[in-house]
């Protein structure tokens, strides 16, 4: 239980009330930090299952904890982003995203219990759907205002869009893909 790949997924975990503290510090640059620590976690999402496929240290405990990890961090930063912006344009691909996370979850639970997890296996429309996702998040929570910066908000926007895009055809593919067996 105790290899590299599940220290950096509780490390991840670790890291969300540090970036909940960094987003409301009040601190200067505290968006800076804030959206440091959210990069930092994206990466070790990306690490923590490259690790244990290279070095064959996949465990059940990981299994289960990476996605929790990564859900939960994910739906921490739309919530700020979605508080802070007060906007429906923000709030909107928010309540989308969550929904969506919430039900592959138990789209994937119950195809499990069926015996057929692998028909809603992660797929790379899915990793796309999270780049997208990940990088809008950094560039909506820092909000640079120095000139040579500025372009990550409306980047964080655009890219918030493509990944409200593929959040809605990716659970489309997943519900397609378990559609036989949920309308038996």
């Not at 930063?77 to 691909?93: C, E, G, M, N, R």
């Amino acid at each position: 239980m105790w290899n590299i790949p599940n220290l950096l997924t509780l490390f991840r975990l670790f890291l969300i009330p540090v970036f909940i503290l960094c987003f409301y510090s009040g601190m200067e640059n505290a968006r800076f930090w804030a959206s440091f620590v959210f990069c930092l976690a994206a990466i070790t999402d990306a690490l923590d299952g490259y690790l244990a496929r290279k070095l064959e240290q996949s465990t059940p405990f990981g299994a289960f904890l990476d996605p929790v990890a990564d859900k939960v961090m994910v739906a921490v930063a739309l919530v700020l982003i979605a508080v802070d912006s007060v906007s429906l344009w923000v709030t909107i691909p928010a309540i989308i995203m969550i929904g969506r996370e919430i039900v592959i979850s138990a789209l994937r639970e119950w195809m499990a219990e069926l015996g057929k997890r692998a028909n809603v296996a992660v797929s790379n429309l899915g990793k796309y759907k999270t780049i997208a996702q990940m990088l809008a998040l950094i560039g909506l929570i820092w909000r640079p205002e120095f000139w040579l910066v500025s372009w990550f908000t409306p980047v964080g926007m655009l890219l918030l869009y493509i990944a409200t895009v593929l959040t809605i055809w990716s659970m489309y593919s997943y519900l397609k893909a378990a559609w036989r067996d949920l309308i038996h």
